[in-house]
């Protein structure tokens, strides 16, 4: 039964791929415009009971239409919510024993073309996932939810910090206790060298990011006292 599920799950793949295949220029045409607009990406997250059969499901997700990242056994898959038709059943269908979760709505937005006042929106975008889990209490939870609701307009030089640093938007997706963030910044720049400005000559935001930390904590597998783990971008070949 296993091999006939896999069966139709690389085959499912494989037409996924040709769809992706032809759909790729149309694709590339309406990216930048979702990327500043209100239609913006979503993300999988598949955790891997056996995390050595990681390798051959990146192979096989290969040209479905979505980003590739890896954190041990935890593998996001991000981009267009229309590239996401028919994934999930496709790979629950793959016999591989892994857990799914779906990020389809980001609970806080940043947007450099609405925060920042001016329309200065870089063509080429590099995409920096981050994950960790808020603190198991459940009055604390409203309250980090609470502080990114009101964010914009009671710590306004949080948006000002980001601005300042060129970040281009800035999602956080929420599930459960676990927390996605995605920081998009210019092509040809890396978050090294972008964040320290968030801080710059900015008090507001080293309180804010002091707050943030009681409310957050890190994942399964973290080792103590490491909170937010970045996700690597696995590129065509399976290569980081």
Not at 5 to 32: D, M, P
Not at 96 to 106: E, N, R, S, T, W
Not at 122 to 139: C, E, G, I
Request: charged share 25%.
């Amino acid at each position: 039964m296993r091999k006939y599920n896999s069966f139709v799950f690389f085959c499912g793949i494989f037409l996924l791929a040709i769809l992706g295949s032809c759909n790729q220029a149309h694709r590339k045409v309406i990216s930048e415009q979702e990327k500043i607009h209100d239609n913006y990406r979503v993300a999988i997250e598949l955790i891997l009971n056996d995390s050595t059969l990681g390798d051959s499901l990146l192979q096989d997700l290969n040209g479905i239409g979505m980003d590739r990242y890896r954190w041990k056994n935890h593998i996001v898959l991000f981009g267009a919510a229309a590239d996401t038709a028919g994934i999930s059943k496709l790979i629950s269908q793959s016999g591989i024993d892994l857990k799914m979760k779906h990020y389809d709505a980001p609970m806080y937005v940043f947007d450099r073309l609405k925060h920042c006042g001016d329309s200065s929106v870089s063509k080429s975008w590099k995409d920096y996932l981050l994950t960790a889990n808020l603190v198991a209490d459940s009055a604390m939870q409203q309250e980090y939810m609470h502080f990114h609701e009101v964010q914009f307009k009671e710590w306004p030089e949080v948006a000002q910090g980001f601005c300042k640093a060129d970040f281009q938007q800035l999602l956080v997706f929420r599930n459960g206790r676990q927390l996605l963030l995605v920081i998009s910044i210019p092509g040809d720049k890396t978050l090294d060298e972008l964040n320290p400005k968030t801080e710059e000559n900015n008090p507001r935001v080293v309180e804010w990011n002091k707050i943030m930390g009681k409310y957050q904590e890190g994942i399964e597998g973290t080792v103590p006292g490491e909170t937010w783990v970045f996700l690597n971008q696995i590129i065509a070949d399976g290569k980081k």
